[in-house]
């Protein structure tokens, strides 16, 4: 995110931009290759000039000024180009098109509805599973896409956290490298994150399937509550059922309530879909109540409770979403030709104005600063960060938005 120096090369671990490095396998280095002459960022604000970076076998083996270059290495010329460590998206639906389970495996999830005829239901019907996909992998939902994973490449990322679309309980999150190879080879991490919000947006196609229970953020708190309470059951009852197989009914497998294992055992992160203080909140108290390692995503005005996040040491996996800078005044083309009208009363440039009062505007514009600085205000605060591109259409749109917080108040570090 360097200003004055934007040229750089991709390869695995690291970012040059302008040469395709990212990912190669080991058997594309059959002999060493050594990278020369480059200016090579070891750590914000530390570099190092004519540096060479050593690879074996697809990995980087060494880099500095005084590196013992093989004789048998390849040998590749960077002078002007720099090299940087590669970035890591912290949230990303990257080969990720479904938006949860298809309907023949929500009806395996499901219990029989009983039939009215057999009677009033006194309860609520057993293993509501809308929303719920905590035993979603990046194995039943990810299908490589090349040229998607080309650009991540080519805006400098070379990992990723990749993870279900979001839901109540959505799915595992990967750590997956971006170099290209199958899913198994490139994951770093399996499954040590589980994506959650409030329910899924309403424009989400899985979540027009029904918008019954849970219908609303309250709904879907009293479901997430009553999952971890029968998360707990499944586990006491297959325990019983080990000890007194004679005794106690055996538990039906059920793949939901064993993938919530992890999260009883803290073995899994929540990354919560939140964005409003309000839902920032709500999102904590839960995770205090179920005894929950959190991480927030978005948290597009998380800067409104800074203190609580850093108090907490809650980490901010940072949206860069936002819209267009808001203009102060129309603007006004000083080359069009000046028309006369014979009313005062209406003309075509009064259309265009502004029909709103000044403090408005300088108000809505403030809200957008406010904004775009979330990233530089939780850091001055001492919340731990991250950065995702999940709200954004493209990198290109990734980094236009960066460029906006580092010409406000983003440090390029």
């Known amino acids: ?20 490095f990212s990912g190669a396998s080991a058997q594309e280095f059959r002999t060493p290759l050594a990278i020369t002459g480059a200016t090579v960022s070891v750590a914000p604000g530390e570099t190092i000039e004519h540096a060479t970076i050593l690879l074996d076998k697809g990995r980087i083996v060494a880099a500095g000024a005084d590196i013992a270059i093989p004789e048998t290495a390849e040998r590749f010329d960077a002078t002007g180009l720099w090299a940087y460590a590669g970035f890591t998206d912290a949230a990303t639906h990257l080969g990720i098109e479904a938006k949860g389970p298809s309907d023949d495996e929500m009806a395996r999830l499901r219990d029989r509805e009983r039939a009215f005829s057999e009677g009033p239901h006194t309860s609520m019907e057993k293993a509501n599973r809308q929303d719920i996909w905590p035993h979603l992998t990046l194995f039943d939902l990810y299908k490589q896409n090349d040229d998607a994973l080309k650009a991540h490449r080519a ?46 947006d309403l424009e989400d196609e899985a979540a027009l399937r029904t918008r019954q229970y849970p219908g609303s953020p309250m709904g879907a708190v009293a479901l997430l509550r009553q999952t971890y309470y029968d998360a707990q059951w499944y586990r006491e009852r297959q325990a019983q059922y080990a000890k007194f197989p004679t005794q106690v009914d055996r538990v039906p497998d059920d793949p939901v309530l064993e993938a919530m ?24 108290d839960l995770a205090e109540e ?36 808001p203009e102060l005044a129309p603007k006004v083309d000083e080359k069009a030709p000046k028309t006369q009208y014979t009313t005062n009363s209406w003309t075509p440039e009064f259309e265009k104005d502004f029909l709103e009062p000044l403090a408005v505007r300088r ?51």
């Open 155 to 200: 805006a400098g990322f070379t990992t990723a956290l990749i993870s279900p679309r979001a839901a109540i309980l959505g799915g595992q999150g990967d750590l997956v490298q971006l170099g290209g190879k199958a899913l198994r080879q490139s994951i770093l991490a399996p499954g040590f994150t589980q994506i959650a919000n409030f329910g899924a």
């Open 290 to 325: 179920f005894h929950q390692r959190i991480a927030i995503l978005g948290g597009k005005e998380a800067w409104k409770i800074a203190g609580r996040l850093a108090a907490t040491k809650t980490g901010v996996i940072v949206s860069f979403d936002w819209k267009d800078k």
């Open 261 to 284: 294992g992890a999260l009883l055992d803290r073995r899994q992160m929540w990354i919560f879909a939140a964005n409003t203080p309000n839902e920032i909140h709500h999102a904590l």
């Open 363 to 413: 108000a809505r514009i403030q809200d957008w600063e406010d904004h775009v600085n979330n990233l530089h205000t939780l850091l001055a605060a001492g919340v731990p960060v991250a950065i995702s591109s999940r709200d954004n259409k493209d990198a290109k749109e990734f980094w236009k938005r960066a460029q906006e917080a580092l010409d406000l108040a983003l440090e390029p570090n």
């Open 1 to 20: 995110m360097s200003k004055s120096h934007p040229v750089c090369l991709a390869i695995s671990g690291l970012v040059m931009a302008g040469l395709s």
